[in-house]
């Protein structure tokens, strides 16, 4: 392994070092399902409803995806030693009503990882739409609102999103490769690379688990057995330092260090954008991608409105993670079911019902 000094004089080469004329090519991240693999989704879709199973009861072997399973190794490839970044495109979302897409998304996912909870409230699968939140608010959550929202990391291994309905305009997805940017700071603001490995301080943002303060410590970038890792949410660390006034001050070093990540993100030679088509599954090693989403216009009929759903998954060939990421994904080892936010009652949820603020 190399030493911390060495690292942060080197730039990280491989496949996650990228930027946006790399993606401009959606072969570089899509890949089309066949026939006969949706053939195999929808059947598995079939089979769980004919056995009357409900999605909290599904397992593997109830949602069986003989001719799709063959996938699920690339898949976990592409995300760790790839580019991040993987689409599943041509599952005919229009074809189901939301109840069975639902329903589909979460089979998936049991043969993609294990989804770990979303918010305090034990959310597993969650819903992507406009429920009035705040983004600026002590607890407002983006993906309940239809603002923009800047680059930024989820808190698990992967993130994963299904389209099923788009908004009428807007709502671009935006991904950046963090390790590009990690390069980029250490050719041009190699006095800001040290800030950035050290630890700042975050907001739970309310979701801390009972007993817990509603802060911890956290560096944006870590390395670990080789493995480079970055977790980034600026309104986190702003809010820690805004909301608690024990705290001290971000220094005038971790301020410009945290704004110098955000200006990369923002430029358009770091960043591609991609459309998303009802059906999409998109995937993202939030270790080495941040992503970004444009503001967007709902139509006005409910049932046309954007809607998405998402889940956080932990995957078997995870990355072993720093010791300083310890706070928020507890058990750092490889494959480890890990991140997330632990319900406070126990108890999971299929849905989202309604804006935490």
Request: hydrophobic share 35%.
């Amino acid at each position: 392994m190399r030493s911390l000094e060495t690292s942060m004089k080197d730039a990280y080469h491989g496949n996650s070092n990228w930027t946006s004329d790399t993606m401009a090519d959606p072969l570089e991240w899509v890949i089309r399902l066949s026939g006969h693999q949706i053939a195999a989704v929808d059947h598995a879709l079939r089979s769980a409803q004919k056995a009357g199973v409900e999605i909290q009861d599904i397992t593997k072997e109830s949602f069986p995806l003989q001719g799709f399973d063959a996938l699920v190794p690339e898949v976990h490839d592409r995300l760790e030693n790839g580019r991040g970044v993987v689409v599943l495109r041509g599952l005919p979302a229009l074809k189901y009503n939301k109840d069975e897409l639902r329903l589909m998304y979460w089979g998936l996912g049991l043969h993609l990882g294990t989804a770990v909870s979303q918010s305090s409230k034990g959310d597993l699968l969650g819903d992507v739409m406009n429920f009035g939140s705040d983004v600026n608010s002590a607890t407002g959550r983006g993906y309940m609102s239809r603002q923009g929202l800047g680059f930024h990391t989820d808190s698990a291994d992967v993130v994963t999103l299904m389209v099923l309905r788009t908004a009428k305009s807007g709502g671009v997805s935006m991904i950046c490769s963090s390790v590009a940017i990690r390069n980029e700071i250490a050719r041009t603001r190699s006095d800001l690379l040290d800030v950035l490995y050290q630890p700042f301080y975050w907001s739970w943002k309310g979701q801390e688990a009972s007993g817990e303060l509603p802060y911890y410590q956290q560096p944006i970038y870590s390395e670990y057995a080789g493995k480079f890792s970055s977790r980034y949410i600026r309104p986190h660390i702003l809010a820690a330092h805004e909301n608690f006034k024990e705290l001290p001050p971000l220094s005038e070093a971790q301020r410009e260090a945290i704004s110098v990540v955000q200006a990369h993100a923002n430029d358009p030679r770091f960043h591609f954008g991609m459309l998303f088509e009802p059906g999409d599954i998109q995937l993202l090693n939030n270790h080495v991608t941040y992503h970004a989403r444009t503001g967007f216009v709902d139509f006005d009929e409910p049932d046309r409105k954007r809607h998405l759903l998402r889940m956080w998954l932990s995957v078997p060939n995870s990355r072993e993670l720093s010791p300083q990421m310890g706070a928020l994904y507890r058990d750092r080892s490889v494959g480890a079911v890990r991140g997330g936010f632990p319900s406070r009652t126990g108890t999971h949820s299929f849905e989202t019902v309604a804006a935490q603020d």
